[in-house]
């Protein structure tokens, strides 16, 4: 399908990198614009793939080009002040030919946390296609101001988009690597993911059951939350072993039916972008990608039935993305509105107290200015 790509602040800025990246790599369209938002003209700077033109800064009347260092409030107003300017950014770049919109944004932050909801609900308003979220949750270490952004934008954001994805960076940093360190590996796998489920409907080739963008809408339709599985294997390693065990075959070459029903199964049990209990899913999608030879209608079917007992929605669909390039089979399991998510009740909390502490603290220096005040009074004129 064809997406026109928002990413907001610095982590939406480069993830939205990541996936113009993705595309030309594999030379696959599907990213028919990207467009990177931020308050901050260095984070601006900093990008490397998207072209000068569709870098937009915005809020410099109040920030001067300097970021709002994680105040997502003042995020969500620059998003309010500026909406014009940002709709009409988008609109110059031309929508006819989207199938939809992707707005990315970490949530830990202030600028995309606060503004992407804000955008989404003007795109929501102004469009008919569909506006899905990315959002990318702060690590746990990175403190509770970014727990308490995070939460807060996650409970607007899910409301103002038809399907909001959820990735987080906690699951998917690596033991001694620090967070920025794991950026870019982290990225890669975001893409990889995604590309695969956007990338689907457009693919250049004949296959069984081509997946095309009305299946992965569908699946997406009804909202709420969701999270992707993902495996994949070189389909050269078999023949590679085969040589060296000989034709008698202690190794036999996987056949297309058991090696889709076993990456489908490996994508279900594997890391999930946001972990949570998948048979709380509403509705699933299956796509398997790789060379048309290798890919199974039959695999496809049986690991359908598999998915369909698992969840607790009965909308499972699923088909391929063949690709003539790659020496890999990969399949992707999309599940949409899964209700528990563990990593959100946390953040809740964390917010929550977050919360209550910025409250006592401010009601502690009401306090000190109340009996400041108090003494005031009782200071007598001079004269
Ligand atoms: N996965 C991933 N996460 C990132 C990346 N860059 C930043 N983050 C995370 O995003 C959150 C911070 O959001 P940023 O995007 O830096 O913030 P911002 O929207 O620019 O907002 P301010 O700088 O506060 O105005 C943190 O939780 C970071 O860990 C990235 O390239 N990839
Ligand atoms: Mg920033």
Not at 115 to 125: D, M, N, T, Y
Request: include cysteine.
């Amino acid at each position: 399908m064809r997406i026109f790509v928002i990413g907001y602040g610095q982590a939406g800025g480069r993830v939205a990198e990541s996936f113009v990246e993705y595309a030309k790599k594999t030379g696959q369209d599907f990213v028919v614009r990207a467009l990177a938002v931020n308050t901050a003209r260095s984070d601006l700077m900093g990008l490397k793939i998207i072209p000068m033109e569709d870098r937009l800064l915005v809020g410099e009347s109040l920030t001067k080009g300097h970021g709002i260092g994680a105040d997502n409030e003042l995020g969500a107003k620059v998003a309010t002040d500026e909406i014009y300017t940002i709709q009409s950014a988008i609109d110059k770049r031309g929508t006819h030919q989207i199938d939809a919109f992707l707005i990315i944004a970490g949530l830990g932050g202030g600028t995309g946390s606060g503004g992407a909801p804000v955008l989404a609900r003007r795109l929501k308003k102004l469009y008919e296609e569909p506006v899905y979220g990315l959002g990318i949750l702060p690590s746990e270490d990175e403190g509770s101001l970014y727990s308490l952004n995070a939460a807060r934008s996650l409970m607007t954001f899910v409301n103002e988009v038809d399907n909001f994805f959820l990735f987080d960076n906690d699951a998917w940093k690596k033991g001694g690597e620090s967070i920025k360190e794991a950026f870019e590996d982290i990225n890669e796998e975001i893409v990889r993911r995604f590309g695969i489920l956007f990338g689907a409907g457009e693919a250049n080739e004949v296959g069984q059951m081509v997946v095309d963008a009305a299946e992965v809408i569908n699946t997406l339709k009804g909202g709420g939350i969701s999270t992707i599985g993902y495996a994949a294997e070189e389909i050269e390693s078999v023949g590679f072993l085969k040589k060296f065990f000989g034709k008698k075959g202690i190794v036999e070459k996987l056949d297309s039916v058991t090696r889709i029903t076993a990456l489908v199964r490996r994508a279900v049990a594997g890391r999930l972008t946001i972990p949570c209990d998948v048979t709380t899913a509403e509705k699933a999608l299956i796509i398997a990608a790789g060379p048309p030879k290798e890919l199974s209608r039959k695999g496809i079917e049986k690991s359908k039935v598999r998915i369909e007992e698992m969840i607790r929605g009965t909308e499972v669909r699923g088909g391929d993305y063949p690709l003539v390039k790659g020496d890999h089979v990969a399949t992707v399991v999309l599940f949409s509105g899964v209700s528990d998510v563990p990593r959100i009740k946390e953040l809740q909390e964390i917010g929550a107290e977050a919360q209550e502490r910025i409250k006592e603290v401010s009601s502690e220096k009401e306090k000190e200015y109340q009996e400041l005040m108090d003494t005031n009074e009782t200071i007598k004129p001079l004269f």
